[in-house]
């Protein structure tokens, strides 16, 4: 049986902290691979998915351009530790 609506109150996303964002991401997938939802309800987690995901994009694109004008042309990729 498909799990009814159960639209709660969402925060907007620009209100969201990175980790805040990516939990929320990570319960839409979880929720929409069950495959009980509403297709409306399936329709509407999509959307806030996709716009939660680009949120979390661009998050991580600041935070890597403030890094790099920090480091300026210093950084280096990071390697693993041989054991």
């Not at 929409?32 to 987690?45: A, F, T, V």
């Amino acid at each position: 049986m498909p799990k009814a609506s159960t639209k709660k109150s969402e925060k907007l996303i620009e209100e969201l902290s990175y980790e805040e964002a990516l939990t929320e991401l990570e319960g839409i997938v979880e929720s929409l691979e069950d495959g009980q939802n509403l297709l409306e309800d399936s329709m509407r987690l999509f959307e806030r998915g996709q716009a939660l995901a680009a949120y979390c994009g661009s998050l991580l694109e600041s935070a890597q351009f403030k890094v790099q004008k920090l480091a300026g042309d210093t950084l280096v990729p990071f390697e693993e530790e041989s054991e």
